[in-house]
């Protein structure tokens, strides 16, 4: 039996090992390092209590962050998971070259996230590129799109827009084609209309998906990072600093690991708190098969 | 049967020379036939007959590539399938798995707009038909095979079409309770009125239930008659060994019509006679007209024994004796008959040749 329990242990030593390391300790200092102030040369760190909380709830930048990441946030979860399920919808139909187009949907989420930042990059590249030269031809003037404060988010968006709708596609679709095609016919015989039939069967049956992709997508719009080092830099004054951008400033360009550790908590609980709203309100009226 | 009772509620269905292709292969291929208004009709035949594809071009779910559909008199050709007025049960019962029970039966009259009063009086009515109260609030995933099945059926009753459709509804049962659900769903029928449009390829279903037999194979129709006459008279070799337990032997005659000296039919050969299992008698051994053959195997069934034998030329032929034979493997047997009871099909084409006198 210990013997038993000894082999158990040890296979479960690696992944064990790995999770230790890299998630749960690294987890713990951090929530740790947010009651002390930053280590600085010969100061060692000193318990400050909620103090460095304090201090952050009158940072502008850490507003500033929070206000973007939400704007960020609301724009791009339903706009990508709504056109996500109507790429979905479009390609579960028999149609000419569905294969390419599934395809197609899918490639922005194949591609490495700097180099679709380059990617778009290039797209807004003020005078030569691609939407700036699409509106030349209707005698649109030149965009500096992600220098100028009112368009920087929304450009920012769109790319997120772009690469997540075709990723989240993919579970919709398996779902799509799990759905016993009887059910549709059944409606059929029976008169309910096709949009009856999508309001009442379709979407409903798609709930749980729908409860993965809206988890999915929240933690996605929370952890957006490396668009914004590649694109704007946070830039300009700040309009597109996300959360997680202004974590890794204050970690690994300001040396200032009490802030760090501080907004990371709060990130962190941020998340813990729409996950679990999530599951608590959609998830009674999920019907899980 | 209740006051309520409404028979002549069914409406006729007739195909003329439908036709469904894909391509180069033939699904159905100018199946013409007439179901009278309020009677039982079963499509039959093995997998890949063409039966389900009859049955969903009737349906509007699948297109004839020719031919015309008429339900009631009307054309329904060219028409959705919700303006057929057809009901159906499928064979997965197709029921929506987040909705319960009473929410499922209701569904298409909500889908038809039918005013809620209306709509509570229809689902009384098919649940009180059902039995199936005490699960209303349920869902789909909560029910066992049987009550999956009744809520499908209420569905097809609270649609009140004068036309329901069934797609192998029993196929997922226990036999126990196919058996049941069998007599219920003959029962439902009568009591309703409707004609029924129902698939299968267990013979013993189409027997015991239908009308009106429409075997099918290969996309055309082997023969349609009421189950009686298609087990007498057996239109095609095919009919013959799809009908029965266990079918009809089909005895190749050589060239005199006659094996080990027993006459089995008129001389010339291309021939196959036929005789049904349960019509051979044992007799004993060494009587004049009689079939010899050897026992090969011996399945004692309770009621009665099927008996595997071969005859002197190889060719097998099964027995149904009533009680238990007692024949141990290797016994040599010689069967009675009567020669009414021959039926003689032409071995090229299948088809039934006048009956030996």
Redesign the interface.
């Known amino acids: 039996m210990r013997k038993e329990s000894l082999q158990a242990w040890l296979l479960l030593l690696p992944a064990l090992v790995l999770l230790v390391a890299f998630t749960h300790w690294p987890a713990a200092t951090t929530i740790i390092d947010s009651f002390y102030t930053t280590p600085k040369g010969s100061r060692p760190p000193r318990f400050v209590g909620i103090e460095n909380y304090a201090d952050l709830m009158t940072d502008p930048v850490f507003w500033t962050a929070l206000r973007n990441n939400a704007i960020y946030a609301v724009w791009t979860i339903p706009a990508s998971v709504i056109l996500a399920l109507v790429m979905a919808l479009a390609v579960n139909t028999a149609m000419p070259g569905r294969a390419l187009v599934r395809m197609a949907y899918f490639t922005p989420t194949m591609l490495p996230m700097i180099a679709v930042a380059n990617i778009w990059l290039f797209f807004y590249t003020p005078d030569y590129g691609l939407f700036d030269h699409i509106l030349s031809w209707f005698g649109g003037g030149r965009h500096n799109w992600l220098g100028d404060r009112a368009t920087a988010l929304p450009a920012m968006i769109a790319v997120a827009v772009w690469k997540e709708a075709g990723f989240f596609m993919i579970f919709y679709l398996a779902a799509l084609q799990a759905m ?1 095609p ?2 549709k ?9 096709r949009w ?1 039939f999508f309001r ?2 379709t979407i ?2 798609l ?1 749980p998906t729908t409860l993965f992709v809206l988890v999915n997508a929240v933690i996605n719009a929370f952890r957006l990072v490396d668009h914004v080092v590649v694109m704007t830099r946070g830039g300009p004054d700040n309009a597109t600093t996300l959360l997680l951008y202004y974590i890794y400033e204050a970690g690994f360009r300001f040396w200032d690991q009490a802030l760090a550790a501080t907004l990371t908590v709060v990130l962190l609980g941020l998340l813990g708190l729409l996950a679990w709203l999530q599951f608590g309100v959609l998830g009674k009226r999920v ?1 899980y ?1 | 049967m209740h006051a309520e009772q409404t028979r002549g509620a069914g409406a006729a269905v007739r195909l003329t020379n439908v036709a469904r292709r894909w391509g180069s292969v033939a699904a159905l291929d100018g199946v013409s036939l007439t179901v009278e208004a309020g009677s039982f009709c079963v499509l039959l035949g093995p997998s890949g007959c063409g039966k389900t594809t009859c049955l969903r071009i009737v ?3 699948e297109t004839a590539s020719s031919g015309t559909v008429e339900i009631g008199g009307r054309d329904v050709t060219n028409l ?3 303006a057929r007025g ?3 049960v ?1 064979q ?1 019962y ?1 029921l ?3 909705l319960n029970v009473a929410e499922n039966i209701v ?2 009259l909500k ?2 707009s039918v005013p809620p009063a209306d709509r509570k009086r229809r689902l009384d009515r098919a649940v009180e038909i059902l039995g199936i109260g005490h699960l209303l609030a349920r ?1 789909p ?1 909560q029910l066992s095979g049987g009550q999956q099945q009744r809520v499908a059926l209420g ?1 097809a009753i609270v ?1 009140e079409a004068p036309v329901c459709l069934m797609d192998e509804p029993l196929s997922n049962l226990d036999a126990q309770l196919r058996a049941d659900m069998r007599r219920e769903i003959l029962a439902l029928q009568r009591r309703l009125g409707i004609t029924m449009l129902y698939v299968t390829h267990d013979q013993t279903e189409a027997m015991g239930m239908a009308d009106q037999v429409v075997l099918l194979r290969d996309g055309h129709i082997e023969q349609d008659a009421p189950p009686a006459d298609v087990y007498a008279t057996p239109a095609t070799a095919f009919a013959a060994s799809f009908i029965g337990t266990p079918p009809m032997n089909l005895i190749k005659l050589p060239e005199s019509g006659a094996i080990a000296g027993t006459v089995l039919g008129p001389p010339g050969g291309g021939r196959l006679t036929g005789i049904r299992p349960e019509a051979l008698r044992l007799m004993e051994t060494g009587g004049e007209t009689g079939i010899s053959a050897i026992v090969s195997h011996a399945e004692y069934l309770g009621a009665d024994t099927v008996v595997a034998c071969h005859l002197a030329d190889g060719q097998s032929l099964l027995a149904r004796l009533p009680g238990r034979a007692g024949l141990p493997d290797g016994a040599a047997v010689t069967f009675a008959f009567d020669h009414a009871d021959l039926h003689l099909f032409d071995a090229a084409t299948g088809r039934r040749l006048v009956t030996p006198a």
Not at chain 1, 185 to 193: F, H, K, P, R, T
């Open positions: 016993p009887d059910l016919e059944c409606a059929a015989l029976e008169g309910s209309s009856n009442r069967v409903p049956l709930m019907h098969r | 349906a509007g779910l959705p399938p919700a057809v009901a159906m499928f997965s197709a929506f798995p987040h569904f298409g889908a038809r869902r995933g569905r649609a």
